[in-house]
Nanobody
Framework: VRLVESGGGMVQPGGSLRLSCAAS???????MKWIRQSPGKGPEWVST????????YYADSVEERFTVSRNNAERMLYLQMNSLKPEDTALYYC????????????????WGQGTQVTVSS
């Protein structure tokens, strides 16, 4: 399993970023997730997308601000983040879903290396 995230950076509050995740080494037609981890905190589930992209799920903290999408032909996962807040500052990871729950955090061996998002004025 190989997952490579990109697109992070520093942005002012209210700004936008688009994260990308390139997947290889496993069948991509599975549920995929974004999770994040802030310094000193445990990992937090952010969003999940179904294998065909028809169904999406979001944590309350990002609902209506973040949009998850995927391109199965290119084996790419995306997270469009708008109206960013300082509390969105974290290392963001993409991961495949393990188990049947859409809002849980998979074991770390299924994560990519992460991309840093910093929201600060």
């Amino acid at each position: 399993v190989r997952l490579v995230e990109s697109g992070g950076g520093m942005v002012q509050p209210g700004g936008s970023l688009r994260l990308s995740c390139a997947a290889s080494g496993f069948p991509f037609t599975v549920f995929m997730k974004w999770i994040r981890q802030s310094p000193g905190k445990g990992p937090e589930w952010v969003s999940t997308i179904s294998a065909d992209g028809r169904y999406t799920y979001y944590a309350d903290s990002v609902e209506e601000r973040f949009t998850v999408s995927r391109n199965n032909a290119e084996r790419m996962l995306y997270l469009q983040m708008n109206s960013l807040k300082p509390e969105d500052t974290a290392l963001y990871y993409c991961t495949r879903q393990t188990g049947s729950s859409v809002d849980t955090v998979p074991p770390s061996q299924y994560w990519g290396q992460g991309t840093q998002v910093t929201v600060s004025s």
